[in-house]
Structure formats: structure tokens, C-alpha cells
């Protein structure tokens, strides 16, 4: 299968605020403001790429210079710790140009996430398909 290759250094250049404040306090974050920003912390990353398998490597907030890299597996459930920190149970599908996360938080709350490449153009959104709540953000390759 031949999939559009999402290697790289990304750097988020745009976030709906209002909307991922929503999701996370529908996901069941005490305070919707703290997580996304705890998230936006998180926001620029490397990507690397192996076809069935994604690293998502961040900096890490808790060691300076450290990083916290985040391993999917295509086609099964992970359990991973993104930078909101918690537990989240992912299964990861791809297809052409993007990937897509079927999530389930502590809580047994269901989201989805979906990233899809145009070019050195990513878009992101994260769906809470109970109350509707989607949030969007744009993300753009730097130059190697």
C-alpha cells in the first residue's frame, strides 16, 4: 500500500482554542484552559514515519532538553501518555494521506482523531462524537 509519508518536523501554526477547551472538558479534563495548553506544549513534534508504526516524539515538559516519544501500531490498541497526561487507549487505521485514532479515554470516554497530509500542510481535528465537539488545528512541515 502506498501512503503519503508524514516524516518530518511539524510546527502547529493554528488551533480553534475555544473548541479544544470544549473537547477536553468533555473528555473530562477539570480544567478545559490547562489541558489545552498542556497540549499546545506538545504541539510541535517530530513525526517519524515507518508505515505501520508512528513516533510522535515531543519535548518533554518534566526534564529540560528530554523528549517523550509516543509509539502507534497500525491496525491494533495502544495504551500511550500524550502530553495531557493521561492514559488513552488508540487504535490507529492510515489510508492515501491520513491516519486516523480511534480513542477511548480513562474515563470510557470516545474521541476521535484524525491527521491528514496535504503536501507540507497537516490537519488535524479531534472529534467527541457525544456532544459534537470538534476541534481543529493546522500544522506545517519545516524544511529539513
Known sequence: AEYADFTGNWRTIEYEEDNFIKFFKAMGAPDGKTAFETYKNGGNCMFIDNGD?????????????????IVLHVGKEDIVVGPVGVPVKKFTTRKNNW??????GPLGR?????????G??????????????MAKAISIRDPA
Open 110 to 118: 470516545k474521541s476521535v482523531t484524525v491527521q491528514w497530509l496535504d
Open 99 to 104: 491516519i486516523r485514532m480511534e480513542e477511548t
Open 53 to 69: 508504526t508512528f513516533i510522535f516524539r515531543m519535548t518533554d515538559p518534566k526534564c529540560e532538553g528530554g523528549t517523550n516519544d
Open 120 to 133: 507540507d500542510k497537516m490537519t488535524m481535528t479531534k472529534t467527541d462524537p457525544v456532544n459534537g465537539i
